[in-house]
C-alpha cells in the first residue's frame, strides 16, 4: 500500500515536499513515479526514479523546479516542488513499478501497478 502526504496550498513561488511511504512491501525492487491529474484532465507524468536510483526522468513543465529522490531506509520516495505555479495544481499520486535493476525510469503510467490515493496539491496566484 502507498500513501501520500505533504499537499496542501501554498501561494505560486512556494514549495512543497511530497512524500509516499510504503507499508506491507519494501520498495527495494521497485522503480517509483510521481503522476498528477487535475479536474476534467488525464492523469500525467510527473517525474520518476530507477529501482537503484541512478536515472531520474520528468516532465518538461516540471524540469528545474521539480526533483524526485527515494531514500530506501525509510522505504519512502519524496517529490521537491519548488517555484509552483497556479497550473501545477492537481491531485498527485504516487506509483510504484516492479523493475529490473538495471531498467531506467519509466514515463508510462501504464508501466505502474501499484498507485496512491492522491494527495491535493492547490497553488494560489
Known amino acids: 500500500r502507498l500513501v501520500e502526504s505533504g499537499g496542501g496550498l501554498v501561494q505560486a513561488g512556494g514549495s512543497l515536499r511530497l512524500s509516499c511511504a510504503a507499508s506491507?512491501?519494501?520498495?527495494?525492487?521497485?522503480?517509483l513515479g510521481w503522476f498528477r491529474q487535475a479536474p476534467g484532465t488525464e492523469r500525467e507524468f510527473v517525474a520518476a526514479?530507477?529501482?537503484?536510483?541512478?536515472?531520474?526522468a520528468a516532465a518538461d513543465s516540471v524540469k528545474g523546479r521539480f526533483t524526485i529522490s527515494r531514500d530506501v531506509a525509510k522505504n519512502t520516495v519524496f517529490l521537491q516542488m519548488n517555484s509552483l505555479k497556479p497550473e501545477d495544481t492537481a491531485v498527485y499520486y504516487c506509483?510504484?513499478?516492479?523493475?529490473?535493476?538495471?531498467?531506467?525510469?519509466?514515463?508510462?503510467?501504464?508501466?505502474?501497478?501499484?498507485w496512491g490515493q492522491g494527495t491535493q496539491v492547490t497553488v494560489s496566484s
Open positions: 526514479v530507477s529501482r537503484i536510483g541512478s536515472t531520474t
Open positions: 506491507g512491501r519494501t520498495l527495494s525492487s521497485y522503480a
Open positions: 506509483a510504484a513499478r516492479y523493475s529490473g535493476l538495471h531498467w531506467t525510469a519509466s514515463q508510462n503510467r501504464d508501466d505502474y501497478a501499484y
